[in-house]
């Protein structure tokens, strides 16, 4: 038998996949969310490893990942076309505001012959680096992942998230110290949480990882024999699986606090749509409806508990102040002046900040590197050319997790964490409607991640977590 055809984990390099993946997303953590080019390099070079080695090593993809991975790659290449240079009458017929944006923009195009797509092609280049790294990032971890690994991974994510709660709450109590106490990011600290320069995106980090945790929560709720009795149920929280389940509150109750404490209103708003998610979709039925019921207090719990500390009047002050919603319909209108403009083509992926330079009509008193809003940005960035191949495989995705989610397969525990993965994802989608998260290089491996956790296929030889 050939090492590609053994059951997952079999193969060599299976012991160092989940130190160097939790060594790679604290990393991007830690390191103010990757935004730098010194912490994004390593980041993407470590992600560029796994997937190699996935590749090399791992076994055969899980079932649908594979169309999943072939959009994904039809993405970079419609990418890819925005770079490729077309002479000014190809450019003038495809998208003719190119033409009028160029001639503006670059002092230097009238006397090209030649241009890409993309106004600006350094920014459309640096995407496209990304965007295929991420690709063979989830294509070799899809071939790495297993039942076990994943559960380690799962603990690795929580305590990191802990540590990442712990940093934005002692920061946030110092009254906006600089990050570390030291760095000052440009435009100050004010928006900063924790060792993120933007609440936003560490809260858009937060979700994510709480809606994988509140998937393990479950899984450890999860027993096989019934507890119908206060002793009986004194007892198993004293066992070993008990334990983990005081451990794994205290994670989540910390996350949500920080997530509160960040004052981050798409997410709170995003983390409540997991929470509701995790509530009404986690909770089997049978002989472990009791102890669900359990872990439902328990959420409401901390949930109250994060809210009260933080103070319900902030809260309620921060979701009543109009102004940032203002400031994003201004954006989104402007935004979709650009799509208007550059239907087909776009603009090139990741030249929002160029073209905002020429449609920003609000907001006059700063200008708005983004949309705020991704899914418009994809529209105006990529126009159809990108955006029908994404559409394809947002779809393809949805697909395979719902298979999985909908999966006879044995094995409860690990289902209870696919789940988790895929009301993370479904936290981040929510918050990308007000939001950029995903733009950050830690989110964006933490989200392809879950991605590669929700769409993996229990073998029969694992199909449950281990303890």
Known sequence: MTQRNQPRGGFPLSGFTVPILTALLTWGAFAFAGVYSWAWQPLLAGAGLIGISGLMFGRRHSKGVELVLALWALCVICIGVQLLPVSRSILQATSPATMRLLSEYSLSFAAQTHHAVSVEPDLTTTTLIFVSVLLLFLAGLDRLLSSVLIERLTKSILVIGVLLALVGIVQRASLQSPIYGFWHPEGGTLNAFGPFINRNHFAGWMVMSCGLGLGYFHALLAEKQPVRTWHARLVWLGSRDGARVIMTTFALGMMMLATTWSISRSGVASLMVVIVGSM????????????????????????????????????????????????????????????????????????????????????????????????????????????????????????????????????????????????????????????????????????VTLLAIAMYEPGRSNSALQA
């Open 280 to 447: 009404l979709f986690g909770r089997p039925t049978g002989s472990r409806s009791s102890r669900m019921r359990f872990g439902t207090a328990m959420i409401i719990s901390l949930v109250l508990f994060a809210a009260l500390w933080r103070g319900l009047d902030v809260l309620a002050d921060r979701f009543t102040t109009p102004d940032s919603l203002i400031t994003r319909l201004a954006a989104w209108q402007d935004t979709w002046s650009i799509i208007r403009d550059f239907p087909l083509t776009g603009t090139g992926m990741n030249t929002y900040t160029v073209a905002a330079l020429f449609y920003q009509r609000g907001n006059e008193d700063s200008h708005l590197a983004e949309a705020h809003n991704d899914y418009l940005q994809l529209l105006s960035d990529g126009g159809l050319l990108v955006t029908i191949p994404v559409l394809f495989t947002i779809i393809a995705v949805i697909r395979v997790v719902r298979t999985r989610w909908t999966s006879l397969t044995p094995g409860v525990r690990i289902r209870a964490v696919q789940r988790g993965a895929a009301l993370g994802l479904l936290g981040i989608a929510v918050q990308e409607m007000a939001e950029f998260s995903l733009q950050k290089p830690a989110n964006a491996l933490l989200f």
